[in-house]
Every structure is written in C-alpha cells, then in structure tokens.
C-alpha cells in the first residue's frame, strides 16, 4: 500500500493542514506534469506520468478527513477486510431506536418526528466526536497505542454507518 503521507513528506495523522496540504499538491502538480517532461525521454514521461497520478490520488485521500482517516488507519493495519469490521455493541444498541423511528417515517412522514430523528442522530454524532477528540487534535504517530487506534477505528465505524443513516433520511 502506498504511503500518501510519506509521499507528501507529512507526520500521519487524521487532521492535517489543508493549506500546507495544497500547497505541496500544486508543487507537485507542477513538478510532475508529464508537459514538463517531454524532452526527458520515454521513462522520464512515464516516471512522470505515475508520479502525476500518484500525486493526484493522494491528494484526493488526504484532503478529504474520512478517506484521510481509513488511510492512516488501513497503513496501521487496524482495519479489516471491507464487510468484516463489527460495530461496537454499545453504539448498535444506542442506533436502535434512530432505526425504528427512521422505518415509521417510511410509513408516514412525520416533520416532528423527523426532527427528532436529526436529533438523536446529533447527539450519537457530538458524542463520539467527543470520545476521539483527543486524538484528533494531539495524535502522535510515534507513540500511537493499538488502544487509541481501536477507538479511532469505532470512530470511523460509527461516522460511516451515521452517513449511512443521514442518506436514509435525506433532510438530516
């Protein structure tokens, strides 16, 4: 698996400097455009051309906090095959009652009950924001412990089947 960080010559982390971040993208856009490169040959094109793309899958993973995330924690080796990752008990019990106002809603379309729903689901959201938000703001990839991946790991999970819920219920 390819390194984005490294490749930017950036400290892994879940929060990056978006500024810094596209900065070096369009440095390397530049360096790397196969245009600059035609004079150099057919592996100094091609060389090039790999390292535009690179460039430009990178700063598509990185600049965006969710793929930035499942990157960092894919490289730590934390997250499993797409489909065997088990959401933590405590948060599916917590989404069971999101889930059975979300199939009323299908029966009838309640605005109050709606705005319950975009309630309960802020709160799911504000409170394992909260339980990461540590590592989000002082992550140290030196001194990372398999513990503090796990947590952002579920974190992860959890914004992902959120987004999943949110979908369901377009107006939340």
């Known amino acids: 698996m390819t390194n984005y960080f490294e490749f930017y010559g950036l400290a892994p982390s879940p929060t990056l400097d978006e500024a810094a971040l596209k900065k070096t993208f369009y440095a390397n856009s530049k360096r790397f455009h196969p245009d600059f490169h035609t004079l150099g040959g057919d592996a100094a094109r091609e060389e090039a051309l790999e390292k535009s793309t690179l460039n430009n899958q990178a700063y598509k993973v990185l600049s965006d906090p969710e793929r930035r995330l499942k990157h960092l ?100």
Do not use: C, H, W
């Open 73 to 172: 924690l894919d490289l730590k080796g934390v997250m499993g095959e797409e489909g065997s990752n088990k959401m933590p008990q405590q948060f599916l019990m917590e989404i069971m009652d999101v889930n059975e106002a979300l199939m009323e809603l299908e029966f009838e379309d309640d605005p109050a009950a709606r705005t319950k729903i975009d309630n309960m689901i802020a709160e799911l959201e504000d409170g394992f924001e909260r339980e990461v938000s540590d590592l989000l703001t002082d992550y140290d990839d030196a001194s990372v412990t398999e513990s503090e991946l796990n947590r952002l790991k579920d974190y992860y999970l959890k914004k992902r089947y959120l987004l999943r819920l949110k979908n369901r219920n377009p107006e939340v």
